[in-house]
């Protein structure tokens, strides 16, 4: 009894003289301001330990400092979801039986979604994946503008349009960094193409560059906050841009005031004083594995490992460069994994699975309806011949760094048997492709002549015909690491789907893919729908658009030009795609996408922002708040929408504005707001767009400065770029 007495009086006196007189080291103590945290943890790392945490000591990982208990950092990619894991020291994957998630849409299919809302519910259930797993850094998102439509990464990116991937970045970024995962918004800058990306130098005005390059990383940084940036492997005024000052240190540090961690890409790091002066602060990557040089560690042959440290010792570079990339990173780790308060996660839940549906099922575009071909209720037809290896294909695999191990991904035949029942389906592969590979094409082995021979076999017994192709993220099919090589479709698809047309006029096409294609046949299909990467749920939310469930409400993120040659980035020949090998000029300059198409007054076979429904919208007379503004004010316009058609559905009002007397050319009109609308069949809602007239400005490169000019402007309501419903005119004043 005494012991117990005398044990319990122990505790009482430590429990409280402890919290009184051990004192918690700043660092470590969450009341104290993370500032001050951080100076502290600072002042008590050695020169070797700041060194070791400026790069990696594995694939996706570094190292932390262990004496002071402060973690590893560890990330993955990527933006659709998280990634397998991987070996310590290089790209095999891991192999484990717990490394499973769900494939959420690639980000063109978010982009298409023209939601905002869902793209704060993807972030938030992808962040809630990458916490459970362990991660402190989620690769993603990707915002390249889609400049060409061979580039092989378009598929990971938000589109040709720098508003919209600007309006929808920010809420995926707070919706990650709500979990203590950091977003980590990638490739700054200029990553707009695959072929050469390790060395190409990107030669663009500065306009372009603040009007259409940047906007998109800026939001992410001035409003979503991001605690990461990924720098790029190409050059910019022939540095390379993972250690640029002018990118790094004067836009993104300096005028953006971003007070986050700059990394490389994987192997973007190419010299150790640009590394330490311009703006780097974390390098991960380098070719080198950790196993194959010969020392004890290959790490420390990164630049800013081993051969930073010497320079600083020998006095050739201040210690000051690399305590400013410590307190980023450690920064970092207050908001990540040296927050006590963050939430633990969860993995591969139901409302997980809902998201990635309700995105697929939103970004869905239909693009050609002919007598009302789609929706194809259940029991309208009793043979349906589904062809096409893209309805069967996994497409959560592939495509390069943004590959996935999904738990399930549903493929679009199994969504249309279920949905049509077993009896009325009958599948022919038609054309096949080999298994996705990094850096190469492999073969199908498949005997082409037969699967074409079956599947028009198939196709002439039956009542309808969906083909599904596209693309496929095999290399040079919408993969990272080299572009397309034509605009055409790959796999024979085009003869093949001309055969079927011989046999049966009733086909619909359902194109997967993160770019835009030729569509020789177009005139020829009565139905067509661009769809994307989907992810887990593909299967489904197809079959439920296709099937009338969900009336689409997607809308194009990019134009589909006619030709390759009418778009912006092919117009002017090679020199501005692919260039040189060593420089590629972007000679179309702010006429990027919609803005080429629609000032040059090329028609597109597509154009952005375009996208049919199965019900039908009708606008009412749309006003202003006002006739007349100045620069601070915003204006705001309203217009009541009603659905007029025979099923709920989502409309996306969109605005383009024009400035009637600009000194400078500029694009005939750009978009600057947009909402997406869900009315019941009959509903009436009445849409405000808010504008601030700031966003009115363009970028006036002899000032260098964006300026607002006092003018008339054009506000244009629309449908799409090239359908606008109602204009209405306001004056700025000076
Ligand atoms: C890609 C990045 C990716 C990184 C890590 C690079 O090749 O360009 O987007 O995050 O690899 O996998």
Known sequence: MKEKINALLALLVWGVAFPLFAQLPVYLDDSMPVEERIEDALSRMTLEEKIAMCHAQSKFSTPGCPRLGIPEIWMSDGPHGVRMEFVWDDWTHARWTNDSCTAYPALTCLAATFNPELSY??????????????????????????????????????????????????????????????????????????????????????????????????????????????????????????????????????????????????????????????????????????????????????????????????????????????????????????????????????????????????GIVLLKNENEFFPIQPGRYKKIAVIGENAVKKLTEGGGSSELKARREVSPLQGLIEKYGKENIVYSMGYASGAPDYNRELPSGLDADSLVASAVEVAKGADVVLFFGGLNKNFRQDCEGDDRESMDLPYGQNELLDKILQVNPNVGVILISGNAVSMPWLDRVKGLMQSWYLGSEAGWATARVIGGEVSPSGRLPFSIPRRLEDNSAHYFGARSYPGDGKNVYYCDDILVGYRWHDTRHIDPLFPFGYGLSYTRFEYGKAHVDRSAYACCDTVQVEVEVANVGDMDGAETVQLYVSQQNPSLPRPVKELKGFQKLFLRKGEKKWVTLNVPVQDFAFYDDRQARWVVEPDRYKLQIATSSRDVRQTVEVVVNP
């Not at 402190?136 to 998102?141: E, F, M, N, R, S």
């Not at 490992?305 to 305590?323: M, Q, T, V, Y």
């Open 121 to 362: 519910r993807y972030g938030k259930a992808l962040g809630e994946e990458a916490r459970y797993r362990g991660k402190d850094i989620i690769l993603g998102p990707g915002v390249n503008i889609y400049r060409t439509p061979l580039s092989g990464r378009n598929f990971e990116y938000m589109g040709e349009d720098p508003f919209l991937s600007s309006v929808m970045v920010v809420p995926y970024i707070q919706g990650v960094q709500e979990n203590g995962v950091a977003a980590c918004v990638k490739h700054f800058v200029l990553n707009n193409q695959e072929k050469y990306r390790n060395e190409i130098n990107v030669v663009v005005s500065d306009r372009a560059l603040n009007e259409i390059y940047l906007p998109a990383f800026k939001a992410a940084v001035m409003q979503g906050g991001v605690w990461a940036v990924m720098g790029s492997y190409n050059r910019y005024k022939g540095t390379y841009c993972s250690h640029n000052d002018t990118l790094i240190n004067r836009i993104l540090k300096g005028d953006w005031k971003f007070d986050g961690v700059m990394l490389t890409d994987w192997g973007s790091a190419h010299d150790t004083d640009e590394a330490a002066r311009n703006g780097l602060d974390l390098e991960m990557g380098t070719w080198t594995n950790g196993l194959t040089w010969g020392l004890s560690s290959a790490y420390d042959q990164y630049y800013l490992a081993r051969p930073f440290l010497e320079k600083i010792k020998r006095g050739e570079l201040p210690e000051r460069l690399l305590d400013e990339k410590i307190r980023r990173i450690l920064r970092l780790c207050f908001r990540t994994n040296m927050n006590r308060a963050r939430p633990f996660g969860r993995k591969l839940t139901d409302e997980h699975t809902a998201v990635a549906r309700k995105v697929a099922e939103e």
